[in-house]
């Protein structure tokens, strides 16, 4: 009887040890893909060694910032930043890199928001059952956080944020786990159809690394939407960021948002 109670206590703390090892085995998989890349990056000076400004040899990440300001007061919901997004970046039909949406309030607080086809051929009358005490275009996009969930989240490492402010997706090391789609707090993710990855703004990183504006900030014919180098110590958008009282997103998140809004009413989120 003892010997089959010493060998049943001796198979449990086997699979206990089993189970154990196995949870390690897990996670330590994981863990040296994020390891080795840091301490790669940390020799190259690179988020990823494997992501590079493809077509730019000469650009040096590691002398930008970039930061993006949206001014809601201005913008007239033309729908002209998603259409040129979606030109430059080949964007598939019915998914949005950015997009607006439109705010409509009644004096007692009741909120109708609607964003027809991403705001993209702009906005229609609609009756929303209240008398509209004020309304308003809010314009949305990846907010390029520099504590982003979405690349917490990525269990391979293809999401990361470079050295000059800009969150990326490595579409190499993307397998479209969609973990990062549901962790965004902003909705400003997707899967390609096409390419079954991880799609969002990039801040038409082929565009900034020689030097031009986005294609959103280029289009818009109000100046609702602003480009900036936080290193740069004449840029307009340094200064309205130290000068003006700005909000973000959703700011008890946490994800310490690189985009930033003049004028946002507390209906946003």
Request: contains cysteine; hydrophobic residues 30%.
């Amino acid at each position: 009887m003892k010997k089959k109670i010493s060998e049943a206590i001796g198979r449990r703390e086997f699979i206990k040890k089993g189970c154990k090892l196995a949870t390690a085995g897990l996670f330590l998989g994981l863990l040296p893909v994020r390891s080795l890349w840091s301490s790669e990056a940390a020799k190259s000076g690179t988020s990823l060694p494997s992501v590079t400004p493809s077509g730019h040899e000469g650009y040096d990440w590691a002398e930008h910032l970039y930061a993006y300001v949206i001014d809601t007061t201005k913008c007239i919901g033309c729908g002209m930043c998603v259409e040129a997004c979606r030109n430059e970046n080949n964007v598939p039909e019915d998914f949005f890199r950015t997009w607006v949406e439109r705010y409509e309030v009644s004096e007692r607080g009741e909120v109708e928001v609607d964003s027809p086809k991403g705001g993209a051929n702009g906005f229609g009358p609609i009756n929303p059952g209240f008398n509209v005490s004020k309304a308003y275009f809010v314009p949305k996009m990846c907010n390029h956080c520099s504590s982003s969930p979405c690349i917490q989240v990525c269990p391979v490492g293809a999401s990361y944020r470079s050295l000059d402010g800009v969150v990326l997706v490595d579409d190499k090391r993307c397998i479209g786990c969609g973990y990062c789609v549901q962790a965004c707090p902003y909705g400003s993710r997707f899967i390609n159809p096409q390419t079954k990855t991880a799609s969002k703004c990039t801040w038409c990183y082929h565009r900034i690394t020689k030097g031009l504006k986005p294609a959103c900030v280029q289009a818009c014919p109000v100046g609702a939407r602003k480009f900036g180098d936080l290193k740069n110590e004449d840029d307009p958008v340094r200064k309205i960021i130290a000068t003006e009282r700005l909000a973000v997103l959703q700011p008890e998140k946490l994800t310490k948002p690189s985009c930033y809004y003049l004028g946002l009413d507390k209906e946003v989120r």
